[in-house]
């Protein structure tokens, strides 16, 4: 699968990116896929290729690029470690909503430039802080978005003025969202609360829960699911097929 590194240059610095593509001239259209709070590293890398397979533009960023050169996380014991723990809580707090909506400008920006990409809107995608990134895109950027999926993303609905759920009048895009089971990040109350502002939002969007834990479609997360996985690329291609052609 082609796959080319570079730099982005956004209002905080140089974001390092890997565009991925499939085979043959394209063009493509273009989607996003935001990691998880593991952050950028081979697992994400398969993920991207095996999405652009399918016939996009993937774009993978560091979105904790403004950490500079950091190490890569164990996520095996990424949470259970303590001092790792703490690191990577304290670098998942640095992605703010508006550094989610200052980078995604830039990566459009991006995208939109680059030969092998067709299309003014695109695909967003991501796992646990990705899935709550592509949803507070999608709303912050509802001209540039034309699908988001969140997979086993928290924080979607909180009691905060900026909770991304509140976002839902400004969204445009096709919303997909696909819950881990016993999660405290994504509960069913919460879920029931994204789902009626969406609707009375007149958003189209889907919101499911899979019988699987947090992490369910990473290889690299211990409570990675085969069987989830695979039904969240089927849902993934079917909203980007959808919304994106």
């Not at 703490?86 to 200052?102: K, P």
């Not at 980078?103 to 990409?117: S, T």
């Not at 919303?175 to 994204?194: M, P, R």
Request: with cysteine; net charge negative.
């Amino acid at each position: 699968m082609p796959a080319t590194t570079d730099l982005i240059t956004t209002p905080d610095g140089s974001c390092p990116v890997q565009l991925f593509t499939p085979e043959g001239p394209g063009p493509w259209p273009g989607v996003v896929m935001y990691p998880d709070a593991g952050g950028v590293r081979q697992t994400f890398a398969e993920m991207a290729a095996e999405l652009a397979a399918s016939g996009y533009a993937v774009l993978l960023p560091d979105m904790y690029y403004r950490h500079g050169q950091w190490a890569p996380f164990d996520m095996a014991t990424a949470f259970s470690d303590t001092k790792e723990r703490g690191r990577l809580m304290s670098m998942l707090g640095s992605v703010t909503f508006d550094r989610m909506a200052t980078d995604a400008a830039a990566f459009f920006d991006y995208l939109a430039g680059r030969p092998e990409v067709r299309g003014a809107k695109f695909g967003v995608c991501g796992y646990c802080m990705g899935g709550r990134t592509s949803v507070v895109v999608a709303g912050r950027l509802p001209d540039r978005v034309a699908a988001a999926a969140s997979f086993h993303g928290g924080g979607l609905v909180t009691d905060a003025p900026d909770s991304p759920h509140l976002l839902a009048e400004k969204i445009r895009a096709t919303i997909y969202v696909a819950g881990a089971e016993n999660d405290g990040s994504f509960t069913k109350k919460q879920a029931a609360i994204l789902d009626e502002a969406l609707s009375a939002a007149g958003v189209e969007h889907t919101v499911e829960f899979y019988p699987a834990q947090h992490g369910f479609a990473v290889p690299d997360n211990p409570p990675y699911d085969a069987d989830a996985a695979a039904r969240h690329w089927a849902a993934m291609r079917q909203v980007f097929g959808s919304a994106l052609g």
